[in-house]
């Protein structure tokens, strides 16, 4: 059934650009009101596609831009058979400054470049049009050649992603029942080069805060006072620059509570991506990595915990000098967080550390909103990993790797504590797509080998 | 001869009063512009005033402000009779907020207070056309009481002070020979208190600098970078944190060379002051002195050096939080020094600790302007201070005080630099009088006793 589904997509995959092409002259930006009718329309052209694959397909209003929910029962389903949720966005980013494209933005353009690649240009050629595309071209494939898909699906494709998501949450939660199913696939990542596929099964948790310190009541002369008063930056940087050991670790107590060791089967892999360390560190001007000794560059950024301080402020800032001892210092940090550590418990220790680090006659106080959201890990021995991987496998004729992001997918987080499932994080995107920037592309191959990717993935997960 | 000029100075007083509030309804607000004629004005006042005394006194020009010059030498002089400069400066602070005033700043008000005190009350009275007014009502005292001065005196009396006397170095270098005599002596400090006369003796020295650290060659994200690239501002807090250890002492190597011990001569006077360091502690809102271990707060402020961040910024300051690993991290600092710290050795070794401290991945920046001044400290065995301090005995009743002051006043380190000569600062300002603040004012006894006591110094340095 598959090898018919993936000779439909072959054959049908010139009409599959020219679909992409109409979704993406929809010029659903998201971030701006001015484009707000785009996005309802972008919205309204996905249900008329989805209807006519079969889907019962809606607009669903929010407070903000609608979401796309579509549903596909097959006919003969058995007990066994899984339903999946697929998410997508159909919001894409700005375009300025639109003067440094070389295409018009909304004009999508096919290209075979001078390196014999062939590109499609455009905003949200990638992210996410052309990506959430290659799982909604698989479901026509399937649907085309064999009458049906192999699985229950739900797609839910939303218009705010690039906008922060604000009704997300609540659209998860009004709608449980509708949308918690067996796992969700979540098509917005990238492969680990042209050749080799990518599941993401790491995800970084988050939580920030906001620190003040306040010396002196006052700003005072740094003259009459300095030597007697005590500077807040200079109690502030004491209690940054003591966040780190020489050796990169982070030294607030019980930091590392819930961070566990990393697979030696998943490092074993990860060394056999060869990645260069030296090129990573070197394109952003750097060589020596700043995370704990004895560690790889990609276990510091996918499997590591962070303290960084993401901004610090205090005193006199502008041209010039000024002989001012100021009455407050600032800084504004983010933990990033792995394994089972808890947002919460960290903050309160982070807290606890700079108590400690405080005399007694200056103020401390945090500012953070509180929040957080824990890392998202999901085993490589889940039944759903393991059949995508092998389905990535048939495609690309390579192992799929499995790999973390630095970064934090909140929608991955919101699958978990809201519908109760694990995502599987499958993408087709490559890292020079340019995705918010100018000259957005996506190659004709990513778009191509995604489609084929998600009819094997949709035929082994029925199996 | 000196009791008589203290009878005529009695004697005269009230008419002193109305030519200080002549003095102070000129607006000679030298950092605006608009202010330019009224400065002229009160140059032109002082002439008239001083030319009336006797001496030979002319405006004299500067690409700024004019300059006050006064020449007055007695009919008989031995080869002993001392030639001494007296400093003051005739341009006042601007009003803002004038809303904040009780009475117009430039409609001097003198007024007995609920506390029985009576004081003079307008911009200017204080700081510094009252203060300077006690020398040249003094002289005024001396010439109608005795015919003429003890000493040989010029009086330079600048019209920039307050906008950061642009005009002052290049006026000494071109009139080297006209200004440069025995000693100076500056009137624009104040007393200990409202009984205690005080001498300044010590004033720090400055030397500044700014730092600037980047680590990767743009802003990263903290999710995909975070744990791998290096955060400027782990460097930067790291080296500030580093400047002071736990008993806040200055970590350079070399920093402390040419600080001296405190002569125990000193250390006693300051201690019978009975300062109470709770007290100034407590004004601005602290408890703990800042500074070194097992010294007093005025040690720290008067006698020691410091290591003062002034500003520290980087990353993101704005509101809410923002992901991001800056690429650059800044401070400015300032050194107080002491006793013979060199500020080009202060900043050498400086910058080498600096560099010491990051990771050889990273570019450590200087940007400050360089230069700097040396502290001024003369000596109480100085034979001007003695008979200064003899003279402020007689009219006081008590010990005047030998102060240091934790600020810079650079005329005096060109008084020696370029005229080759010791300062005297000798002031009847009090901590109260508001200058530079609304309602300004000028304690009657403050300007009685302020031209008494130089009644009684121009006689004993004429001894």
């Given at each position: ?92 980013q700005p375009?300025d400054p639109?003067?440094l494209w ?13 390196d014999?690649?062939?590109r ?6 990638a992210d ?34 690039e ?25 917005d990542t990238n492969m680990w080069d042209p050749k080799t596929?990518a599941?993401t099964t790491r995800l970084r948790g988050l939580v920030h805060e ?27 940087t004491?209690?940054l620059a003591?966040l780190h050991d020489k050796n990169g670790k982070i ?11 990393l697979?030696?089967?998943t490092k074993?892999q990860w060394r056999s991506l060869k990645f260069s360390d030296k090129k990573f560190m070197g394109e952003v001007g750097l060589a020596v990595p700043a995370g704990e000794k004895g560690k790889t560059v990609l276990e510091h950024v996918w499997a590591r915990p962070t303290a960084e301080v993401n901004g610090v402020w205090?005193?006199?800032t ?13 800084a504004k940090l983010t933990f990033r967080l792995v ?34 959201t824990?890392a ?25 790797v499995l790999i973390g992001s630095g970064g934090s997918i909140p ?14 994080l499958?993408g087709f995107g490559l890292n020079d797509d340019a995705i918010h920037s100018p000259n957005e592309k996506y190659n004709?191959?990513s ?17």
């Amino acid at each position: 059934m598959t090898n018919t589904a993936l000779a439909a997509a072959d054959q049908g995959f010139e009409k599959s650009v020219d679909r992409l092409f109409d979704f993406v002259r929809i010029q659903s930006i998201s971030t701006d009101v001015a484009y707000k009718d785009e996005c309802e329309k972008a919205a309204r052209w996905l249900v008329v596609e989805l209807t006519g694959l079969g889907f019962s397909a809606e607009v669903r209003p929010t407070p903000g831009i609608p979401m796309v929910v579509a549903h596909y029962t097959p006919k003969s389903v058995s007990a066994k058979t899984p339903h999946l949720l697929f998410y997508g966005h159909y919001d894409v980013q700005p375009v300025d400054p639109v003067e440094l494209w070389h295409t018009p933005p909304f004009e999508p353009t096919r290209r075979k470049d001078k390196d014999g690649v062939e590109r499609m240009y455009g905003r949200g050629t990638a992210d996410d049009k052309g990506q959430l595309m290659t799982f909604v071209e698989a479901a026509r494939a399937w649907i085309s050649a064999t009458g049906g898909l192999p699985i229950k699906a739900t797609f839910l494709i939303e218009g705010e992603e690039e906008s922060g998501s604000p009704s997300l949450v609540p659209f998860l939660e009004a709608n449980k029942a509708e949308l918690s199913w067996d796992a969700a696939f979540v098509c917005d990542t990238n492969m680990w080069d042209p050749k080799t596929p990518a599941i993401t099964t790491r995800l970084r948790g988050l939580v920030h805060e906001e620190i003040t310190i306040t010396g002196p009541r006052i700003d005072l002369h740094s003259g009459l006072y300095g030597g007697a008063a005590m500077n807040p930056i200079r109690v502030l940087t004491k209690i940054l620059a003591s966040l780190h050991d020489k050796n990169g670790k982070i030294t607030i107590p019980g930091f590392y509570d819930g961070v566990k060791p990393l697979p030696s089967a998943t490092k074993k892999q990860w060394r056999s991506l060869k990645f260069s360390d030296k090129k990573f560190m070197g394109e952003v001007g750097l060589a020596v990595p700043a995370g704990e000794k004895g560690k790889t560059v990609l276990e510091h950024v996918w499997a590591r915990p962070t303290a960084e301080v993401n901004g610090v402020w205090g005193g006199y800032t502008g041209v010039g000098a000024k002989t001012v001892l100021p009455s407050k210092a600032h800084a504004k940090l983010t933990f990033r967080l792995v394994g089972r550590q808890d947002p919460q418990k960290i903050l309160k220790a982070f807290q606890k550390f700079a108590k400690d680090l405080i005399p007694k006659d200056c103020k401390l106080e945090f500012s953070g909103k509180g929040g957080g959201t824990p890392a998202s890990e999901i085993s490589e021995d889940n039944a759903f990993i393991k059949k995508t991987s092998a389905a990535l496998k048939s495609e690309f004729k390579r192992e799929a790797v499995l790999i973390g992001s630095g970064g934090s997918i909140p929608i991955v987080r919101s699958f978990k504590d809201i519908l109760g499932m694990d995502s599987v994080l499958v993408g087709f995107g490559l890292n020079d797509d340019a995705i918010h920037s100018p000259n957005e592309k996506y190659n004709l191959s990513s778009f191509h080998k995604g489609i084929r990717s998600w009819v094997r993935i949709m035929g082994a997960l029925a199996e």
